[in-house]
């Protein structure tokens, strides 16, 4: 069995763990921010908007990650960043919409998690593709 076989069943179980886990956050965050959101628009805090926006965020976030990760796995430490604080940008816009301060935060938060659970789900991925081959005779490192 190759090492590319083990791998990538790990990381599917990894990535589903994710996503469970990334909805089940954002649901409890959702929750909050909405007893929170005393008299706003409540934007993007009903299951039916952040669920699919959950799973959709974990799928573009492995897309972008696989990408980078080939090409130039270092720059992961300012891309995952740079593109979370660009998701906070739309948030931070429907305040002029008339969302409040608890959705807003909520939604920010939300990306967090988001973003929090690709790279957890991700990051032996680099681990795995950047080790060093042991010798014969000796365990990989």
Avoid: C, F
Avoid at 48 to 59: E, I, K
Avoid at 70 to 98: E, F, Q, S
């Amino acid at each position: 069995m190759t090492t590319t076989a083990t791998r990538t069943p790990a990381t599917a179980l990894r990535l589903g763990v994710a996503v469970v886990a990334a909805a089940a956050v954002n649901t409890a965050i959702a929750l909050t921010a909405s007893s929170l959101d005393d008299g706003g628009i409540g934007m993007g805090l009903n299951a039916a908007s952040y669920l699919p926006a959950t799973v959709l965020g974990l799928l573009l976030g492995t897309a972008g990650w696989i990408l980078i990760a080939r090409r130039a796995p270092k720059a992961l430490r300012v891309v995952v960043p740079a593109v979370l604080v660009l998701t906070w940008v739309p948030d931070l816009l429907i305040l002029n919409a008339g969302a409040t301060a608890a959705n807003v935060v909520g939604l920010m938060l939300m990306h967090l998690v988001v973003t929090t659970a690709v790279v957890l789900a991700l990051r032996p991925t680099l681990r795995e593709a950047n080790a060093v081959p042991a010798a014969p005779g000796q365990v990989a490192r």
